[in-house]
């Protein structure tokens, strides 16, 4: 039964948040739902329709949209949006998160206290210029800002990852973009058990600098132990990203999981006493959430601490059959107090991962049981892998698009050790805090981070076998997804059913693949993109695409996210020109010449390069329908041309502000 009701909480959820439902709503429709199942669970026969089942099923959905309401908060009277905010104003604000920083900005996620002295409610991205004689801010610090916040916009370039719809999956709608000199710091801040956490991390990784671990190898201790990711270097990420190791950098459920055992071992014992397996299952669960205390409560921690608390519990209960209804539960847990986690990819991957081991890993041990004890470890460690591999690969090619096909070496590599480097990584740590760490701990604890780096950074130069740019949509991993299944199915169960099913899914998935195909090689698109100090259009004809380009600077990523979703195969690189006529249309880039056109009445001018002209001379004269400006002009050029072309009542687009433009060919 946790199974469906982890399932419907699901659905109350998305539907919740993509419908926008207000928390009243579901509220409402809870309050009516709880008296029929009462009346349905005293009334009901034993045979029929089960209407207590169906009712329990409703209230759970309505309790999905009632908590992703409750936490999106932009429903409620009290949350900021709906006062005016546009103008600078006072607001007392809160430090909930800090955010790993970029060469020029810090941000923080912060939450709405105060807004002109009156209670407000809501979250924020607050954005500040690094500034080195300034300190940084820390959780739970409370800030009173004079400014005004602004709607976060949406990607500039097409098919580029979406910073606002992944901030909006976290309730954040807005930012706010000011400087140091319009803060006000409070000097005594209310505390959370989050800022403590954070504090008490902060202060651990001071104590580990203290000693004389490698760079690189403190990095990887910080993210291997405490999920502090933010100094390490972008190759070390590279290599354990292509390595298919990227997950050992990140405290999640596999070093939960590991810790799991080893706390288990640790308080074995405590069995010979009477009722010593209750006492170890709370010693477990409480030294999990010591550690996740220690590893500053993130989010990933939180989320992974809490799913293998309830793992604890099944163990305890030793009956395997419930490991998928405990697991089930654990997220039903979860999502009510935390619902947006739903919509997070770490969220989504360690469930995934962790059912596929719970419901394929058996089967594989049942496939071919070794005599050897060696092979037989070796084939456990090859089967975990190969079936978390499999439980995640729809969404990790849906959202990376890249498969590191030596998963498996780098696992196999790494992973019998990872229980010994975590528990003499909690020894570091613990001896550190004491100031009693010996040097030849530090000497060979950092030697075993390097060689750790080491093996990682040679299977990632093994470039071949790492499968980038795979085009995946969302039909595709449904389809994948049911590919999956239904291959394990079959695999178990030979028989015709399953048969069916599994032939089914890869045709459906081939079909949708010729699909595209025959779509693809009828489409053609002209997108003028947006790039600073460069005019680049983009020329989509089938699967080939032409990059006109003013300069031959790297276009950035813009180029590649556009073929990859794009299913590009050749793509050309040539040197942009004034005049093109595609179709019936004509569009004249003009350039910082400022050279008028031959032929009047242009359909699209584009203005590059910071031309100057007499743009209201210039509209008179060549007449053009609508007016485009991209990237590499000045902002006061820009600001000068969109209000002549107000006046004269032309559509003026400019990439800078509201992205990039599709060009329609079929305008009149």
């Not at 089967?363 to 456990?380: A, D, M, T, Y």
């Not at 990584?425 to 060689?451: E, K, R």
Request: proline share 5%; hydrophobic share 50%.
């Amino acid at each position: 039964m946790s199974i469906k009701l982890t399932v419907f909480v699901i659905v109350g959820i998305v539907l919740g948040f993509y419908l926008d439902i207000a928390p009243r709503i579901p509220f409402i429709a809870i309050c009516i739902l709880f008296p029929v199942l009462y009346f349905t669970y005293k009334r009901q026969a034993r045979d029929g329709v089960p209407f207590f089942e169906l009712t329990t099923l409703l209230i759970t959905a309505s309790l999905g949209m009632l908590v992703v309401g409750l936490s999106l908060s932009n429903n409620l009277g009290s949350h900021y949006s709906h006062n005016d905010f546009t103008q600078d104003q006072l607001w007392q604000l809160k430090v909930r998160e800090v955010l790993k920083p970029n060469p020029y900005t810090q941000r923080y996620v912060v939450v709405v206290e105060g807004l002109e002295h009156k209670k407000a409610t809501g979250k924020l991205l607050l954005s500040l210029p690094v500034d080195s004689t300034k300190k940084n801010f820390k959780i739970d610090d409370e800030l009173f800002i004079f400014s005004k916040a602004e709607t976060i916009q949406p990607p500039l370039n097409p098919h580029q990852f979406n910073y606002k719809d992944y901030l909006g999956k976290q309730g954040i709608f807005h930012q706010m973009r000011t400087g140091h000199e319009s803060i006000v710091v409070q000097e005594t801040s209310s505390l959370t058990i989050v800022g403590l956490a954070s504090n008490f991390r902060e202060h651990l990784i001071a104590k580990l600098k203290e000693y004389p671990f490698g760079a690189d190898e403190l990095a990887v201790i910080q993210a291997l132990l405490l999920g502090q990711r933010d100094d390490i270097s972008e190759s070390t990420y590279n290599n354990y990203a292509n390595a298919g190791a990227i997950h050992i950098l990140a405290v999640s459920g596999l070093h939960v999981g590991i810790l799991l055992f080893i706390f288990q071992f640790l308080l074995s014992p405590l069995e010979r006493f009477p009722k010593g397996k209750t006492l170890k299952l709370v010693g477990v669960v409480v030294l999990l959430w010591a550690y996740a205390f220690v590893a500053g409560l993130s989010p990933s921690i939180v989320r992974a601490v809490t799913m293998f608390s309830f793992v604890a519990y099944a163990l305890y209960l030793n009956r395997p059959t419930n490991a998928f209804n405990i697991i089930a539960l654990s997220m039903w847990f979860i999502l009510l107090i935390k619902p947006l986690f739903l919509f997070q990819v770490g969220f989504q991957m360690s469930y995934a991962a962790v059912f596929a081991i719970v419901w394929i890993y058996p089967k594989l041990q049942r496939f071919w049981f070794p005599e050897h004890i060696i092979v037989r470890k070796i084939w456990q460690l090859l089967s975990v892998s190969l079936a978390a591999q499999l439980g995640v690969l729809p969404i990790s090619l849906f959202y990376f698009h890249q498969f590191p096909a030596l998963f498996f070496v780098s696992n196999l590599l790494i992973i019998p050790f990872l229980g010994l480097i975590l528990g003499l990584g909690i020894l570091v740590m613990a001896l550190a805090l004491l100031n009693q760490l010996p040097s030849f701990l530090v000497v060979s604890y950092n030697w075993v981070i390097q060689t750790m780096n080491s093996i990682v950074g040679w299977v990632a130069k093994q470039e071949e076998f790492v499968i980038k740019d795979i085009p995946f949509d969302d039909v595709q991993l449904v389809l994948g997804y049911a590919i999956v299944i239904s291959m394990v199915v079959f695999l178990s169960q030979p028989k015709l059913k399953p048969t069916l099913i599994l032939c089914s899914g890869i045709i459906a998935f081939q079909t949708w693949g010729i699909w595209s195909q025959i779509q693809l090689q009828q489409k053609e698109a002209l997108v003028l993109v947006h790039r600073s100090r460069n005019s680049i259009l983009l020329h989509q004809l089938g699967n080939a695409l032409h990059v006109y380009a003013q300069d031959s600077i790297n276009p950035g990523n813009i180029v590649q996210d556009y073929s990859v979703a794009e299913r590009i195969k050749t793509i050309d690189n040539i040197q942009l020109k004034n005049n093109y006529s595609i179709g019936q249309k004509k569009l004249y880039i003009m350039d910082s010449l400022g050279i008028y056109p031959i032929e009047r009445n242009q359909d699209f001018v584009l203005l590059t390069q910071s031309p100057k002209i007499n743009l209201e001379r210039f509209l008179d004269s060549v007449r053009p329908k609508m007016v485009l400006a991209d990237g590499s002009n000045y902002p006061s050029y820009i600001y000068r041309w969109k209000r002549t072309c107000a006046q004269k009542e032309i559509p003026f687009h400019h990439t800078g502000e509201k992205g990039y433009y599709v060009f329609d060919f079929d305008m009149d």
